[in-house]
Nanobody, 121 residues
Framework: QVQLMESGGGSVPSGGSLRLSCAAS????????AAWFRRAPGKEREGAAL??????SYADSVKGRFTISQDNAKNTVYLQMSSLKPEDTAMYYC????????????????WGQGTQVTVSS
């Protein structure tokens, strides 16, 4: 049974940093695609970042501030978030695909339970 377990969320002031972690069981990140999606109050879910072997891509809203990475030895994907803004406040979800990679949430097969990130002014 595949499980994705996010951690690292919390409340931080504007300009602060957080690192989110997504540890997988029953699934191997190496060679596959993983992504971080987020849903803010009153907004639709959007992709923030994805990683597919050595390829990485980011939403314009987070580019230059967020970094997605993975540690294959730990079978864990990370999202390093810096220079956080109030508009980054959202529930963040880790997602993984069995094949391919895209910005469409419907293409992902496995999802974590989400971790809340709150950025205050």
């Amino acid at each position: 049974q595949v499980q994705l377990m996010e951690s690292g969320g919390g409340s931080v002031p504007s300009g602060g940093s957080l690192r989110l972690s997504c540890a997988a069981s029953g699934y191997t990140f190496a060679g596959n695609c993983a992504a971080w999606f987020r849903r803010a109050p009153g907004k639709e879910r959007e992709g923030a970042a994805l990683i597919y072997p050595e390829y990485r891509s980011y939403a314009d809203s987070v580019k230059g501030r967020f970094t997605i990475s993975q540690d294959n030895a730990k079978n864990t994907v990370y999202l390093q978030m810096s220079s956080l803004k109030p508009e980054d406040t959202a529930m963040y979800y880790c997602a993984a695909a069995r094949r391919g990679c895209s910005w469409y949430g419907s293409d992902y097969n496995y999802w974590g339970q989400g971790t809340q990130v709150t950025v205050s002014s």
